[in-house]
């Protein structure tokens, strides 16, 4: 979906949506395909590249906000698509920053030396809540899935997994919401009237916040992990909007030709953007063995996650 296309739909401009959120485009999912659908396929194309299958696999952590249905888990949906008969799992719903909590939660399962291989998905089909009269939220959001693979490292190589810092502050819970739906507020025909099943977003709070605690808890994290922005290959972060990335990446002092960026070609597929970009990387050449890669994310919540890796694939 271009933004010529949302030009047809809601009192917008390709310019206005390129001037303040750095998006031309963004896929949409078939009405027949589920955010589990996508997983799979995620999924799927993880295990190949790596040379494993779905038997080999301990555990399954589904990040997302758009699950099939609120039970059974999307998670289990998923194992059993894929026929990973051995794994346990579970849907982990941190929003934007779903995908860098379930990484935490992986590595650390597979560091306590519990688990051998922990697929971390993140997959979300906003498409399916997002309300296509509101230009200020339709602009923002596409569907997208991608997934990662936990393992043990080498014993004589340094550790993949350098340290985190996950962050949560419920005071900005009203600034980004679904407003109905759940146990608060349940389905009714006022609800649906009032068009409260959409994604509900006061975008200059978001923003501001965004800009301030990603950049922050990025900063703590490579200087307590005793690194400095020099040592950062490549930054990887939520892809929300370009702006935020730029004052980001100028906070933590990176430069913009080591951060992907690539919300132009999907927009903000929730879950989905940090391992999407992290595909592009790959297969772009920005990622070597060894890099030292950071993750970082904002969320509704306010959740906020950052990561350090080595990476070792």
């Known amino acids: ?23 031309r485009e963004r896929h949409i999912a078939d009405p027949d395909m589920a955010t589990s659908d996508m997983a799979v396929e995620a ?30 888990s999307t998670a289990c949906l998923v194992q059993d698509k894929l026929g990973a008969k051995h794994a346990w799992g579970f849907d982990l719903i941190a929003a934007c920053s779903s995908f860098v909590y379930g990484l935490t939660t992986a590595a650390h399962l597979v560091g ?19 309300d296509y009269t509101d230009r200020a939220t339709c602009v923002l959001f596409g569907d997208g899935a991608g997934a ?10 340094p550790p993949g997994f350098i340290g985190f810092r996950n962050v949560v502050d419920g005071s900005g819970g009203e600034a980004l919401k679904m407003p109905a739906g759940g146990s608060r507020m349940p389905p009714s025909h006022e609800t649906v009237d009032q068009r409260l099943h959409f994604v509900k977003q006061d975008g200059q709070a978001v923003f501001k916040f965004a800009v301030r605690r990603m950049g922050e808890i990025s900063v703590d994290l490579i200087k307590g992990s005793g690194l400095t922005a020099d040592d950062i290959k490549l930054m990887i972060p939520h892809q929300a909007n370009k702006r935020i990335i730029q004052a980001c990446a100028d906070r933590i002092g990176i430069p913009m030709d080591r951060v992907l960026v690539n919300i132009d070609r999907y927009g903000n ?3 989905g953007t940090i391992p999407i970009a992290t595909w592009e990387a790959l297969r772009d050449g920005r990622l070597q063995k060894g890099d030292i890669l950071l993750l970082a994310a904002v969320g509704a919540g306010f959740t906020v996650g950052a990561n350090l890796w080595r990476w070792a694939y």
């Open 148 to 157: 990662f693979l936990i393992e043990p490292g080498p014993e004589d190589e």
């Open 269 to 271: 597929t929730t879950a």
């Open 1 to 23: 979906m271009t933004n010529q296309d949302l030009e047809k739909l809601v009192d917008t401009s390709n310019e206005w949506i390129l001037e303040r959120t750095g998006i």
């Open 112 to 130: 306590s030396g519990s688990h051998r291989k922990v697929l971390v998905i993140g997959a979300d089909t906003m498409s399916r809540i997002i």
């Open 43 to 72: 999924a799927k194309n993880c295990l190949e590249a790596r040379g494993t299958t779905a038997a080999d696999v301990d555990a399954i952590i589904l990040c997302t906000v758009t699950p099939d249905h609120f039970f059974p």
